[in-house]
């Protein structure tokens, strides 16, 4: 049984030691309630809601969703849960106050997702999915949309879905065919089917609003005639109450490799009234804003799988006993020594744990970016909105396919820790494999991630973020080259920084002499990028955990620890990069030169 | 639905233009049998049996087998599978004419083995475990014993287990604690429990014979009191025909993450009749002749998993369609190009092309390495077995560890190419990755087969083993580096190979200095390994090819596509090795160092 436990010191660690919340919050418009007093209050109650409530729900939640003509069933207990997650308010904690939140920052309510999400990822996404549809709402929508539907989300009396993918395409949205015809009456009739819906039926809330991608009858063939709609389940009345039922509904549910407890439908819209949102033929744009917070949130998925699976096999590290240590029996009263003492279960563990932590620190990062934007977004500040968006969408990429990569790495090392009995269902172990596969195949694989931070972030952007990061990287580098403590670690950040500088140019050199470069060098691009980046934020904290020690308050055993565990990243983790810039820099050639129908003989 | 096609012209172009197993069969005895047209008649008839018999059971399999009251169902069409393979005599084609089987060379059963294997890992469990308990029995058994099981088992009529795993213990079998106490009668009574026995109860046959690891009763403590012990499900009269039931029975099947249709059991002996195989106390290095041939099996399971997820995803990527090239539109009258125009799909289909052909070049010359081991056995020639052990032994733990990692990886990048539609059940993607994982656990883990490459086979082996592989390597790298076409094969390889050399020089110095270095490089040890190896063996396949295209003889495109996969690899996989050579040389300091208490907070 897998029991979750809320790595408190951890986050707080980041949030006071090397972020620096409390200074930040000074910056964004309602940042002043979040004080360190209700900060920990908040991080208390929403450990004690993950740990209590959802994380007993994490192994039986495996036995799925019932699908019945047309009704989803969840899993006995997330009804109730999510019941108890309405009335603690959890929802709206970060929406803003107008539309019923209670306006805490952005970055508050990532850590109460990450909670969530590590304790029972399916669980969290039906909540995790309608915050997806809040913020489009709020972004786009006028005030009538606003007070009509985002207040009851808000609330989490109602969930939303985001309708994108037809059978037919999933990333290349351009071939979407769902019809949206105007009904003469301020709306539209939607017809279509969509697939992969996630909580696109459920039994949790009485009330689902899908957000659905649709054409005009006008509209421009491709990814410019897409608009976006928005679709209640039922009709709502001009008072607010449910209305009829609207003609959408769930044809079936998937049988899926993981996250049973989800429900991913199939949603056929045969004639649905619905309501444009945005402009017309800017519904992909009008996406981009769930796309990225959904890709952060994803991101999320990947540092709970290493999370989740480190607090699973380290118990039975300790406990399990198998062969004697090679450098002398170290429990010499027992059977035999356990599992820890091995260097090799020891590299899995600390593998996970790096991932885990590394990856935290990434997420904060981007968290405390994504509070500056959405302060921006409501001072009407669009530069300072647009700065902030690039410096987020350069790393949105990296931190949703290099940590559910590696998150996913993580559950297989929890897995090879148990041997054997990793296999079995019964010690939940198998579960974080199968439930985290899916986080490098939704909201844009692990290939389109690689491709958007290539091709899109790093050439199109003519390097301008990526030279931004840089330079903050160069700045804590010269900050800290003098500090004794720290030249292992800033002359290996040196030296791996100029390898991806160096590497970046020749990439972008050889991709304007033959363009299918790009799409060749992606992969290993992103991956490097994933390994420097994080031994950045690997320095960082390092440089955090020195000061802790140095001021001899708080735990310095933890200090000490965050130390070692950075050692280790930059001995047996970082290197990696190297291996994936070498091959990043190969041509093409090797890739393309094979005809397609040589491929098998 | 995955449909297994045998991949007859690259198992041909190795056994003919690589490894010229023709001549290699005048070497053995039983060689003289397997003449061209024999060899051809076993290859097409076996790949028929995967395709058109088994292949079809691999997904309706998943839904697994049904326990009730002591008695297994396996899935529905496996027993009638089981029938036709045993009237086709499929399981004594390799075994000892003298015991019923057809003395052919151990090598065509190993590729007979995996093309089961790769049609249905599940299902090929069954005579799969069988044949390891078959050598167990030939190699240490009675002439009475081998009469009175082999022959049936042979024949099919019946099959076997391997009884190791018990619940304290699985890799560390000093704690077995099942207990033989001599009934007096020449037999023993076997009382204990043993787990994740494979095919331990089942429907395909009448008969089950488990060979058991057990302690006498005055045996002493840890790996040197146990015994191996013949113990059958019914008592077998001395005419050959089953008696009672003897009390061992099936508790219990475990509930998997995957290979649903192989039912993995827990056995109760309560006092059950059995029989001492090979001396006693010496039952673990008896042992040691399954384990060898299991782990070799294992790697099948790598190999099958990369080529069943590279049929499945080929076609795939060959008709969805998904946004344009971006080196210019390919396919202009069609929605969108197909995904093969994408550098990194095609990154993923050769990863998954590479291992699979590469793995199986590694795998056809172990296999011949069996071959001439059982001859020399056959000849009694001690030293010769001896020789040929070694060089196997070297390979095992790299055939095992390194190819389920690679076939695991390969698995992923089938799911990957599929998106989102990977993760659902209904394509079969997915679950290949479920059944392979176990392939990573069983029969020792990675870390465990690590530990014994470089612990065992090179540390104690005084480097003997390693430096024999080397020299055969030196001479492949002195006979070719003068032709042409190979130079920028052999250039790669010499790097690679005198990297590798000094790495290990390097490891063994500083593991004599500190014995957790073993441990704490063995992982990054046995993967660096691993790719240096499948580079010479990629090597070798090359100058096979370029020799194929210059005689003009056979098909040119197989030939030149061979030489494009061999450049795809040493472009994009082997520059992997140099990442692990560099983490490999870390001192065990940044794994050690942290206190177990420290791990978390």
Chains 1, 2 share one sequence.
Request: with cysteine; glycine share 10%; net charge neutral.
């Amino acid at each position: 049984m897998i029991q979750y436990k809320a790595p408190l010191k951890d986050i707080q660690f980041l949030i006071r030691d090397v972020f620096n919340f409390q200074e930040h919050y000074q910056h964004i418009p309602g940042g002043e309630e979040a004080t360190p007093d209700m900060v920990d209050a908040i991080l208390t109650e929403a450990a004690r809601f993950s740990e209590k409530v959802i994380s007993p729900l994490y192994q039986s939640g495996d036995e799925g969703c019932r699908f019945n003509d047309g009704e989803v069933t969840t899993p006995k207990g997330f009804r109730e849960a999510y019941g108890q997650y309405v009335e603690g308010g959890w929802q709206g904690m970060s929406a803003p106050v107008e539309y019923g939140g209670q306006g805490l920052p952005l970055s508050l309510g990532v850590i109460k997702s990450e909670m969530i999400g590590t304790a029972n990822w399916a669980w969290g996404m039906y909540p995790g999915l309608s915050l997806g549809a809040m913020n489009t709402i709020y972004m786009h929508g006028t005030e009538e949309q606003k007070q009509r539907f985002l207040v009851p989300l808000t609330e989490g009396r109602w969930t939303g879905t985001m309708c994108l993918t037809e059978p037919q395409c999933g990333t290349d949205l351009g071939q979407v065919k769902t019809k949206a015809i105007p009904d003469g009456d301020g709306g539209y009739r939607l017809t279509g089917t969509k697939i992969f819906i996630s909580s696109g039926e459920h039994d949790l809330t009485e009330q689902i609003i899908h957000i659905v991608l649709a054409r005009l009858p006008d509209a421009p063939a491709g990814t410019r005639g897409i608009s976006l709609f928005i679709v209640p389940k039922y009709n709502v009345n001009e008072d607010g109450s449910l209305g009829d039922r609207n003609p959408v509904s769930c044809g079936s549910i998937e049988e899926k490799m993981g996250i049973h407890g989800s429900s991913t439908c199939v949603m056929n819209f045969d004639g649905a009234r619905g309501f444009l949102i945005g402009p017309e033929h800017k519904g992909l744009m009008c996406m981009f804003t769930f796309m990225n917070t959904a890709r952060i949130g994803t991101s999320i998925q990947g540092i709970g799988a290493a999370e989740l699976s480190f607090q699973g096999a380290l118990p039975y590290a300790r406990e399990r006993r198998s062969m004697r240590s090679l450098s002398g029996t170290k429990h010499p009263d027992k059977v035999a020594d356990s599992l820890m003492v091995h260097p090799d279960v020891r590299r899995m563990l600390l593998t996970q744990k790096a991932i885990a932590e590394g990856g935290r620190a990434m997420l904060y990062h981007a968290a405390r970016l994504a509070d500056r934007m959405m302060a921006a977004h409501t001072r009407g500040d669009t530069r300072g909105y647009d700065a902030y968006d690039d410096k987020l969408g350069f790393l949105t990429p990296v931190l949703k396919a290099f940590l559910t990569e590696l998150g996913y790495e993580a559950a297989n090392h929890g897995v090879q820790v148990y041997g054997g009995h990793g296999f079995i269902k019964e010690w939940g172990m198998e579960q974080i494999i199968r439930d985290t596969q899916i986080a490098k195949l939704y909201e844009g694989t692990t290939g389109v991630q690689a491709l958007d931070l290539l091709g899109r972030k790093i050439l199109l952007g003519k390097l301008k973020s990526f030279n931004e990061f840089r330079q903050e990287v160069n700045q804590f580098i010269r900050h800290h080259k003098n500090r004794a403590e720290m030249k292992p670690f800033i002359k290996q950040l040196k030296r791996y920084m100029l390898r991806w500088r160096i590497g970046t140019f020749r990439v972008a050199y050889k991709a304007s002499k033959d363009r299918d470069m790009v799409g060749a060098a992606s992969y290993d691009y992103l991956m490097q990028s994933g390994y420097v980046i994080m031994g950045y934020f690997w320095a960082q904290m390092a440089d955090a955990a020195f000061s802790g020690i140095k001021s001899g308050e708080g735990d310095v055993d933890f200090y000490k620890t965050k130390v070692k565990t950075a050692e280790f990243y930059f001995d047996r983790m970082l290197p990696r990069a190297k291996a994936h810039n070498k091959m990043m820099l190969k041509d093409a050639r090797s890739l393309m030169q094979i005809d397609e129908e040589h491929f098998a003989f």
